[in-house]
């Protein structure tokens, strides 16, 4: 089989670390960063949790609505 390059994108915009999946060097040294700097591990907590409250049925209705208002008047 076909060996893909996967990259884990754990958030954005300080929601997490990027990280190599097939790096099991990078995925341990981002797991102690986090332990060593639990503040930073609670800051990113915290951050994921309030954008997981923006991510919602309801909030991906509204994009969708959006984008066919602004695309094809619909």
Do not use: C, K
């Amino acid at each position: 089989p076909a060996t893909v390059d996967l990259v884990v994108r754990v958030g954005v915009a300080g929601r997490g670390v990027v990280i190599d999946a097939d790096d099991p060097t990078a995925v341990a040294g981002a797991v102690a960063g986090l332990v060593a700097d639990r503040e930073r591990w609670a800051s990113m907590a915290a951050d994921a949790r309030a954008y997981a409250r923006t991510v919602t049925l309801e909030a991906f209705q509204d994009r969708v609505a959006d984008i066919l208002e602004r695309h094809w008047d619909v």
